[in-house]
């Protein structure tokens, strides 16, 4: 593949960093990955283990020169980082992001745009439980939607760059209003995670009755809960501190449908269970139709570093 970007500068070298950089890398689209983390021992960690071309001591040598810079941090951290970054920015440069939540970023960041860049939010639907540099790897977003909110007045040919260049790691792009983006991610990852966490918070407290049963004969269900339940605190506690709105709302329909759930079970309707529970099954269908996971039965839990 040819290059399409003279100079990537990545900012924050987690789980989408890493994997970015090694996937642009392979692919070779970028002529240079550059790549900046806030402590030291992350950028210890990335120069060991060669994330990326160079790994720069300060944002502003990370992005000089860069025709893409990439915000990889928790969604909180957006503005700062975009302040920091804003005065040291190359003429015309592209700015995307790879944040979870779209409106929130847009207004965070955009303030912090210099005149002539880009900025073109983003979200990969794609990641793991797992963070931080050595979490990274080059088929992460193979086949996997890459989301986009552009604004009004988006430069097309900056765009058409970036819809290219994801297209070379393997994702497919789609654009979607920031708003509804927001409240599509509240119902397909928010709010799931949430009961996930809640669900290991109830068997947390039981398991202190039960002694070890809980994790010694946790079965299927419970064992995918934990392993969502284990992601990054910092990431998931910006998540819901900034799609509020919208996960508030899922939550509250969410509340609705267990409180039917509940009274079919106390009032033994066996035919309202069945027909729920047949509809969500055509729903998991529709998911690996789309080929947006596999039909295996241990799906989820069998992530491989391809
Ligand atoms: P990660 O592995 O935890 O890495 C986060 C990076 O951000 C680290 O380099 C960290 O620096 C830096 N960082 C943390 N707090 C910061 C702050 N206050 N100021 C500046 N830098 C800070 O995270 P990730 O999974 O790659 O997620 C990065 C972004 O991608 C998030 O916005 C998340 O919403 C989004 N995202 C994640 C997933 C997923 O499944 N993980 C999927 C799609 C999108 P240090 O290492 O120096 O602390």
Redesign the pocket.
């Known amino acids: 593949m040819s290059v399409i970007y003279d100079r990537v500068a990545l900012i ?7 994997s970015m950089s090694l996937a642009l890398r392979e692919a070779g689209l970028a002529s240079e990955v550059t790549g900046y ?3 030291a ?2 950028r210890d960690t990335a120069r060991e283990i060669g994330l990326c071309d160079r790994i720069c001591d300060t944002a502003a040598e990370a992005v000089a020169g860069a025709d893409l810079v990439v915000l ?7 503005g ?2 975009m302040a920091e970054i804003g005065p040291h920015l190359a003429p015309g440069a592209t700015v995307t ?5 779209k409106q929130s970023v847009i207004d965070a960041v955009q303030p912090h745009m210099p005149q002539g860049a880009h900025f073109i939010p983003g ?6 439980e797992h ?3 050595r ?1 990274g790897f080059a088929t992460l977003f193979r086949n996997r939607w890459w989301l986009l909110t552009p604004l009004p007045d988006t430069d097309a040919d900056a765009l058409d760059r970036l819809n290219r260049c994801l297209a070379g790691i393997g994702a497919k792009t789609d654009v979607m209003e920031p708003a509804h983006h927001d409240l599509v991610l509240a119902v397909t990852s928010h709010a799931p995670h949430l009961i996930a966490y809640t669900m290991v918070g109830v068997a947390d407290h039981l398991q202190r009755v039960s002694g070890e049963e809980v994790i010694q004969y946790s079965a299927a269900g419970f064992r995918d809960f934990t392993r969502i339940a284990a ?2 605190p ?2 998931w506690r ?2 819901f501190l900034h799609n509020k709105e919208a996960t508030l709302d899922i939550l509250g329909r969410f509340t609705e449908e267990l409180f039917v759930l509940q009274r079919a079970i106390r009032m033994g309707d066996g035919q309202q269970l069945f027909d729920y529970f047949s509809r969500t099954r055509a729903i998991r269908r529709g998911i690996i139709d789309a080929g947006q996971d596999t039909a295996a039965p241990d799906f989820g839990r069998g992530v491989t570093k391809t």
């Open positions: 924050g070298l987690g789980l989408i960093a890493g983390a806030r402590s021992e992350t990889c941090v928790p969604v909180g951290a957006m700062d980082v992001d790879v944040g979870s939540v979200h990969p639907l794609a990641g793991t963070s931080g540099p979490a992601s990054d910092t990431m910006d998540v």
